[in-house]
């Protein structure tokens, strides 16, 4: 540290602990209490980053959220690495490691800045224009533009970070720990109310906090002091609680805020052990007071980007804050009077300024009098006309404004000057309260949008709200908290404050220079590198709509969202097209504020807690017996058991073997049950299924076919009369929650006189479905007292019996086509049957299947699975089951639709079997079937919805959906693959038993 | 993130709803009586509105009761919650 830029004590930098960092590489310190940025300018380092497309080189710029320059790659470890870090907002802590981005190989040798002699050849829209032709080149193109896309690096590893998300309520939210958001949170809470303050700096106290200039007076005392007082008074307050760290990221409608508040990331890495890195509040306020403040605009001349360049507030900011000095030959150059408080503060710690250059004609404000009282050299109605130092500024050349403020005239002066401090006047953070469908207004006095309208219980006070003197921003603020929370009378109506008043205003949205405008490069938007120049190509190419300029200049897409590049880029807009500002409107402000990270975002739900999973009561079995998982819908489902390093396909064809040969069994409890009951019971079914339920007696079971109101299928299942009033119904596994609030949506609003209850009891009960010849002999073991004979207990029927203390429902019903008996028990019980099951078909090999067995068993015989073999175009008609639905019902949900005129076309998609020429060809689900591959474009007919090889039947068997199906059968059609066609014939969709003998053993 | 008064529950956060499209679309009581176009004006023909919007809401994730809600599509509003069965309010 060769240069003195250090300002000694300081209250908010603590000198006694000092931290080291490596920035690119090398070895620098700072002290607690420093930003990223502050020790790095304390260590005489400007230049940080690259340009996203000239690679022009970069310096900090601001000390907030709105930098669009520093913004740097932290930490280097794989998993942990965070890009697009501003400098600004991270608090230095030991140990910290941060690289530049958009650089190669180094920020002070980079490659890519020769881009910046190319920029004649990169206009605005020089991606539209350059690679829309030829047209078939675009995968080239692509390679290249995504590899120089983007700013730093994501990491590559899991992020092992534990984040955390929590629910607020409060009264009052106030967002913005600045003087007016102070003042606003002591009147709610001294009216009782709870308030939530959030202030996205680790201390409270905005920037009057700071404040050390002597005109401003709060009750004749400093006004940094007098908010000192308040701070202690705000912290011991029991209806306040105080979140610093935390930015608030969106703001909703029905006043829903997320916030993000930071826990971990000020602490030295060895320190974060254990510790949640960021929570995000969700928060639901009664009313919301917005006090986010205002920013610094900065002046849009030649070369206004040179590392060395910064905010006005930003230079006084690191002097009277952090106790640095951005430079040592220092000039400022302002459109307004805030600019001669970095003056007072520059004069204040010793730090040499050679000038200020106002573009105004004249100032004899307070404060302005105060400076030039110091003899520091003024020069009105200047304006900088070019800028020199390709890694800093060391010159700058200035000349005098014409009458109309168009042009320059007279002489170049130039000056020595290594920091340069711009203000352009101020813009309020209006972000949040647009976000959240507020409607702005235009000032035409300060050229800026205010907040106007809103449906919210919201107000926006301080300078947020456009009040930027001190006086208008506490009385105001007084004010319109009180009313806006319907109170007479505050601790503060007699407050006193004595501030400079500024008198003289003047904007220029583009200065001149002496250079035309073509051989200028006056930035706007310092990230994405877009000019004054790019605004007027767009205007001149036809844009006119401001949203259509922002998109086609990249002007404030960049990471800080153009912060500050907006409002310049809309009042260049406004004199080019002499439009008012106000008549031009904004762009959309979007959440978040202030980039989130996805870690923040999702919270707890990672890994195993991403999604819910459900598990059957014999789970622990599958999981021993080596079975293979398979998700529908959220159920964990056993697909397959493989022994002896099977393939699937063995397994399947194993386990489908022994199902038909001597016994399977399935874990069926995924399958969705609702218990019904009620004296409409019946009807009700009859209205909901397309078959007919009158007869149904108890004891029984019945399938049903379930449409929704276009005639389309929707679901299926059986449904067993257990009483007179009282039914259980099953639905497919991944249909149980739809089909259940679809029913209750139906009794609750078109038929609210019928006496009908339904109850999920999907959890309730867990289901063993025992299949196959043997499986009598099995259930004989278990149940010995059970008369199973097909008289007593014939199929479609249902037995209560009870084994031991425990409870079963078996009803004779079959998936599979072979005698089966499904067994439910009470959940708990699920396991136990399941193992006796097991126990009791030993001796009859009693093989456990999956789904995918399940599936092939149930496509052999032709049943359908809705979802898989239907996808919501296909009636029952089209499903060739026909005799499903009841002739004599007046009505049901969907039977009008069956008859409309698109529902009874010949040639719709109909549901048909396939077989293959070659039996050992198994066709791939999906594939398409065509007749003539040969004709172009080739008419596709149909695809292939069920396809598997039958062990039983030795060939390969398929369901497809094809259209005039039904008319088709016999047909020889095509299967083109990528790699062969397949010849296939059309076939009945049962290929198995089409006697239905096997279901009686 | 809308702040739903569920006429049964109370204030609840919109994530435990499910919208259900617009209300007062009665099923007609005798289908087989319309022909295709009333049918169809039935089944598939929906108001997508500027302004007060009447539909209906599910309490899914509480009490699974369905009522009605007058919303104003500008700006999310919630202007009236009623009943099934109720008449929709004038507004």
């Known amino acids: ?1001 | 993130m809308f702040l739903i008064n569920c006429p049964y529950c109370g204030e609840r956060d919109q994530s435990e709803f499910v919208s259900g499209g617009e209300a007062h679309i009665a099923r007609p009581k005798q289908p087989t009586e319309l022909n295709d176009d009333q049918w169809a004006e039935y089944l598939f023909m929906r108001k997508n509105i500027k302004g007060i919007q009447f539909e209906r809401w599910n309490h899914a994730h509480g009490c699974r009761k369905w009522f009605n809600v007058a919303r104003d599509t500008s700006n999310d509003k919630i202007e009236k919650i009623y009943k099934m069965g109720e008449q929709p309010p004038k507004l």
């Not at chain 1, 502050?38 to 709105?66: C, W």
């Not at chain 1, 912290?235 to 029905?254: C, E, G, M, P, Q």
């Not at chain 1, 622990?620 to 697909?639: D, L, T």
Request: charged share 25%.
């Open chain 1, 1 to 1001: 540290m060769s240069k003195n830029l250090r300002i000694n004590n300081k209250q908010f930098v603590d000198e006694t602990r000092k931290l080291s960092f490596i920035f690119n590489g090398k070895k620098l310190y700072g002290y607690k209490g420093d930003t990223l940025a502050s020790a790095l300018l304390s260590n005489d380092i400007h230049l940080v980053g690259r340009s996203f497309k000239y690679h022009r080189p970069r310096g900090i710029m601001t000390s907030g959220s709105e930098e669009p320059n520093a913004i740097l790659q932290i930490g280097n470890d794989d998993a942990l690495t965070d890009p697009n870090v501003r400098a600004t907002e991270i608090e230095l802590y030991d140990g910290l490691i941060c690289n530049s981005q958009n650089c190669w190989p180094s920020v002070k040798f980079d490659i890519g800045g020769i881009n910046n002699f190319l920029s004649p050849l990169l206009p605005a829209g020089f991606y539209y224009k350059t690679f829309m032709w030829p047209a078939s080149f675009w995968e080239k193109y692509e390679y290249f533009i995504r590899k120089s896309a983007g700013l730093g690096k994501s990491p590559t590893k899991q992020d092992p970070d534990m984040y955390d998300h929590r629910y607020m309520h409060c009264d009052i939210l106030i967002v913005g720990g600045g003087v007016s958001g102070l003042i606003a949170a002591k009147i709610a809470s001294d009216d009782n109310k709870k308030v939530l303050l959030l202030e996205d700096k680790e201390l409270l106290g905005g920037s009057l906090i700071y404040d050390d200039n002597d005109i401003s007076k709060i009750d004749n005392q400093k006004s940094s002091e007098w908010l000192k007082k308040l701070i202690e008074n705000i912290k011991n307050d029991k209806n306040i609680i105080i979140k610093t760290r935390t930015s608030l990221a969106a703001y909703h409608n029905y006043n829903f805020l997320l916030a993000r508040q930071n826990l971990t990331d000020h602490l030295s890495v060895n320190d974060r052990n254990n510790k949640i890195r960021q929570r995000l509040y969700k928060i639901r306020a009664k009313k919301v007071i917005i006090s986010t403040g205002a920013i610094e605009r900065p002046q849009v001349f030649h070369n206004n980007d040179r590392p060395g360049i910064m905010l006005a507030s930003a230079v006084k900011k690191y002097i009277d804050y952090y106790g640095v000095r951005c430079g040592l030959e220092n000039v400022i150059f302002t459109n307004n009077d805030s600019a001669y408080e970095t003056a007072l503060s520059l004069h204040k710690s010793g730090t040499k300024l050679n000038a200020i250059i106002d573009i105004r004609d004249n100032s004899s404000s307070e404060i302005v009098n105060k400076v030039k009282s110091l003899g520091i050299q003024i020069y009105w109605n200047h304006t900088v006309v070019n800028t020199k130092g390709y890694k800093r500024i060391n010159k700058i050349t200035i000349m005098k404004l014409n009458d109309k403020g168009n042009d320059v005239v007279g002489k170049k002066i130039e000056l020595n000057c290594d920091c340069l401090a711009i203000s352009g006047g101020w813009t309020p953070m209006v972000h949040l309260f647009t976000q959240s469908g507020g409607k702005l207004k235009f000032d035409n006095k300060d050229n800026i949008f205010v907040p106007d309208k809103t449906n919210l219980n919201q107000l926006s006070i301080g300078s947020a709200k456009g009040d930027f003197e001190l006086d208008d921003v506490l009385k105001n603020s007084i004010k319109d908290t009180k009313k806006f929370l319907q109170i007479e009378n505050s601790n503060f109506d007699k407050i006193d404050v004595k501030c400079s008043k500024e008198k003289e205003k003047k904007n220029i949205w583009l200065l001149p220079s002496d250079k035309p405008l073509s051989k200028t490069k006056p930035f706007l938007d310092y990230q994405n590198d877009s000019t004054a120049k790019d605004i007027k190509l767009a205007l001149r190419e036809g844009f006119k709509s401001i949203e259509h300029v922002k998109r086609y200049t990249t002007t404030g897409m960049g990471t800080d969202q153009g912060k500050l590049a907006n409002m310049h880029a809309l009042g260049i807009v406004a004199d080019t097209t002499n439009t008012n500002m106000g008549d031009l409107g904004t762009t959309t402000f979007r959440p978040p504020y202030t980039p989130l990270t996805f870690g923040t975002i999702v919270g707890r739900n990672v890994g195993q807690f991403f999604d819910i999973f459900r598990k059957t009561p014999m789970h622990e079995w599958h999981v021993e017996n080596n079975a293979k998982f398979e998700n529908v819908g959220q159920w964990k489902r056993a697909w397959y058991y493989p022994k002896d390093g099977e393939t699937m396909h063995d397994a399947v064809q194993r386990e489908s073997k022994a199902a038909r040969e001597s016994s399977g069994i399935l874990d069926a409890s995924t399958l969705g049950k609702i218990d019904i009951q009620g004296t409409d019971a019946n009807e009700f079914l009859n209205r909901v299924y397309t078959n007919a339920w009158s007869k149904l007696q108890i004891g029984k079971c019945r399938y049903g076919l379930m449409l929704n109101e276009d005639g389309m299928v929707y679901d299926d299942g059986v449904t067993t009369k257990l009483g007179e009033n009282h039914y259980l119904m099953t639905t497919t596994t991944g249909g149980a929650a739809n089909v259940m609030s679809k029913l209750e949506d139906y009794l609750q609003t078109e038929w609210p006189e019928l006496d009908v209850f339904l109850t999920s009891v999907t959890d309730h009960y867990a289901t063993a479905s025992v299949c196959g010849p043997n499986a009598k002999k099995i259930i004989n073991k278990i149940f010995k007292d059970l008369d199973l004979s097909d008289e007593s207990f014939p199929h479609m029927s249902f037995k209560e019996v009870k084994l031991g203390n425990i409870n079963c429902r078996i009803m004779r019903i079959s998936f599979t086509g072979e005698l089966s008996y499904e067994i439910n028990v009470e959940a708990s019980y699920g396991k136990y049957i399941w193992e006796k099951c097991i126990e009791a078909g030993k001796e009859f090999n009693i093989t456990p299947y999956g789904t995918e067995t399940m599936h092939l068993l149930r496509a052999e015989k032709g049943f359908i699975i809705v979802g898989q073999d239907t996808d919501g175009t296909m009636t029952p008609v089209d499903l060739q089951m026909d005799w499903i639905i009841s002739k004599k019902k007046y009505d049901f949900i969907g039977k009008r639709s069956l008859y409309r005129s698109d529902t009874i076309r010949e040639d719709r998609k109909q549901l048909v079997g396939l077989l293959t020429d070659d039996p050992n060809e198994i066709l791939e689900e999906g594939a398409q079937i065509v007749k003539d591959e040969n004709k172009k474009p080739v008419d596709m007919l149909g695809h292939v919805t069920s396809s598997y090889f039958s062990p039983t039947l030795k060939k390969s068997i398929a369901l497809a959906v094809l259209k005039e199906g039904k008319r088709l059968k016999g047909q020889k059609l095509l299967v083109p693959m990528i790699d062969k066609t397949i010849k296939v014939t059309v076939s009945d969709t049962i290929f198995l038993d089409k006697e239905n003998e096997r279901i009686n053993g």
